[in-house]
């Protein structure tokens, strides 16, 4: 494999590896943000 399609692999690895780890992060924040208005606001 020549050094272009190696890094093009590379760098479409990396961005599912990102995308994954902000899905996880949103996932969380959106239930601290739930948590926080049912718990805080709405007692």
């Known amino acids: 494999?020549?050094?272009?399609?190696?890094?093009?692999?590379?760098?479409?690895?990396?961005?599912?590896?990102?995308?994954?780890v902000g899905i996880v992060i949103g996932g969380a924040f959106g239930k601290i943000v739930t948590s926080f208005v049912n718990d805080i606001l709405m007692p």
């Open 1 to 20: 494999m020549s050094f272009r399609s190696e890094l093009q692999e590379f760098l479409i690895r990396g961005s599912v590896v990102d995308m994954a």
